[in-house]
């Protein structure tokens, strides 16, 4: 393997870049595998306060930081509805992306991504970490396993607390660069469940506004058919007080139960099966770890893989490619067409949002 270390840039130096300095790119897990030789932000104070940190080039200019020599990927941090348009920029001229969810607002976008990845040869690799749980990986080998026997039942729960400064910033819950609760911030909900259980069939979906002034939703429940025949709901919510309270999936077969919960699926609460093959308290105590917030831990375990993989060459194996994830965008777009037409959408009618990632001035 080469040991050397990736030279990366960061675009976007705002509020989930921090989370990178303090949790990731500062640690001994990443650190010592990426250096952070640039940094972006069309804001001088952020882009300059993170080129402190990491003794590096800042700039306020997508077209001048792409020219910067010796960078091999670009971790994407800007706002959701920006991504797509980044991420195309860096790959067109020769950079590898890491882009934090969501990969793009429109399924179209993605589709392009995964074509320009594909035409340029980089790769475009989107963060979903929370796969990377121990919770959620030994759940999901418990189903791969079929130790849930036929699947009945799954319940995802996000009760989460989103004051208003934070939908005041001018991008936050808004169509043309986010969204809301669904797209934001229970993506990684959505997409554990499909990842666990399988492609979803159907879903039936109504949003409200609960709590905060937004143009999308703060509130959303709904009923999923999945492909197996199992069905899942949704209960999602920002409007939770006063703090972030759970983030679960529940998962009922005719065989066994169970339960990742904490507020950032680290937890096993409960792992119950009928053929008794393991001690419950066990399973909790090996799976189950402490995180300080919704973002979790998992970043480094992905950007870890990445490391490896990419070090190696083996480009096809860096974890969570844009076509490894398009789906989960699929399913959220079909959530929000179905309570936009208000009826159940099939995943096969391959329907749009008519209001994800478009311009849209009205609250």
Known sequence: MNKEKIKIGILGCGRVCEHYIQKILISERVGTLYEVIACCDVDKKKSKYVGNIFSCRSYNNIEEFIQHKGMEV?????KSGQHYEHSKICMMNGLNVIVEKPLSLRIEHAEDLINISSKTGKFCSSIFQNRLN???EVTKNAFEQKRFGNLVSVSVRLRWCRLQEYYDDGWHGTWAQDGGVTNQQAIHHVDALTWICGSAKSVSAMSAKRANDLQAEDTLVAAIELE??????????????????EASITITGTKGVV??????????????FS???DNEKDVIDQYSEEV???????HYRQLQTIYQTFSNGQIDKVPFLAKECIHTLRLIHSIYASEEQGRKIYLSEQMSSSKLGIENDTK
């Not at 670009?74 to 800007?78: D, E, G, Q």
């Not at 899942?232 to 006063?242: G, K």
């Not at 339960?259 to 119950?272: C, F, H, P, S, T």
């Not at 300080?292 to 998992?298: A, L």
């Open 74 to 78: 670009v971790v994407i941090l800007t």
């Open 134 to 136: 121990p919770a959620v």
């Open 228 to 245: 197996n025949g199992g069905l899942a709901t949704l209960e999602l919510t920002t409007a939770a007080r006063p703090k972030d309270l």
């Open 259 to 272: 339960q990742i919960g904490g507020v950032a699926l680290n937890k096993i609460e409960q792992w119950n």
């Open 275 to 277: 053929d008794s093959i």
């Open 292 to 298: 300080d917030n919704g973002y979790g831990i998992s």
